[in-house]
C-alpha cells in the first residue's frame, strides 16, 4: 500500500499554532491582572515617582498621570487582543479539519479585521500620550504610535475577509451545481 507523505511543514504548523494561540489566551488575561494590579494594587504616587527616580514636581504628577492613562488603555486592549486570538483559534480549528473555506472564517476575518483597526488606534493614542507627557531627563519611551506594518495587516486582514467570502460563496455554488 502507498502513503502519500503530508508536508512536514503543514503537518507540524498546525498543532503548533493551535498551542501558541491557547498560551497567548491565557498570557493576554495575565497582562490584565499585571495591568489591574498595577493600577490598583501596588502603586501610588509616591511609588512611581521612586521607581521612576523623579523628584516632586508638575511634570512628574504629569508622567505618573501619563502612565495610568497609557494602563487604562492597555486594560482597553485586553478584549480586543482577546477577539483576535479567539477567533484564529477558531480559524485554525477549520483548517485542521480540511475545511477553511467556510463563510464562518469570512465572519472571524472581518471582526480580526476590526480589531486590529481598534488596537491601532489605540496604539496611536498611546502613543501621543507617551510623548505629550515624557519629560526631558526622564523621556517616556514605549513601543507605541503609528506603525505602517500595523496599518498594513488591518488592510490585508479585511481583504482577506473578502477573499474568504468570495471563496466561501463559491464554493457554495460549486456545490449547488455538481
Do not use: Y
Not at 65 to 85: C, D, E, Q, S
Not at 141 to 156: K, M, T
Request: net charge positive; proline share 6%; charged share 15%.
Amino acid at each position: 500500500m502507498l502513503k502519500i507523505p503530508r508536508p512536514a511543514s503543514s503537518s507540524a504548523a498546525l498543532p503548533i499554532a493551535h498551542v501558541v494561540l491557547r498560551i497567548l489566551i491565557v498570557v493576554n488575561w495575565l497582562m490584565a491582572a499585571v495591568i489591574l494590579a498595577l493600577l490598583f494594587l501596588v502603586p501610588n504616587d509616591e511609588w512611581i515617582m521612586i521607581s521612576f527616580k523623579l523628584s516632586p514636581s508638575p511634570e512628574a504628577e504629569r508622567l505618573v498621570m501619563g502612565l495610568r492613562a497609557i494602563a487604562v488603555l492597555g486594560l482597553v486592549a485586553i478584549p480586543f487582543n482577546h477577539a483576535v486570538l479567539k477567533r484564529l483559534l477558531a480559524i485554525v480549528e477549520t483548517v485542521r479539519g480540511g475545511d477553511p473555506f467556510v463563510a464562518a472564517n469570512a465572519c472571524r476575518l472581518h471582526v480580526i479585521a476590526w480589531a486590529l483597526l481598534a488596537l491601532q488606534l489605540l496604539s496611536v493614542v498611546i502613543g501621543a500620550i507617551a510623548k505629550a507627557v515624557s519629560i526631558p531627563g526622564h523621556p517616556l519611551d514605549i513601543d507605541a504610535g503609528f506603525s505602517i506594518n500595523g496599518w498594513l495587516a488591518v488592510l490585508l486582514t479585511f481583504l482577506l475577509a473578502r477573499v474568504f467570502a468570495e471563496g466561501a460563496r463559491m464554493r457554495e455554488d460549486l456545490e449547488g451545481t455538481v
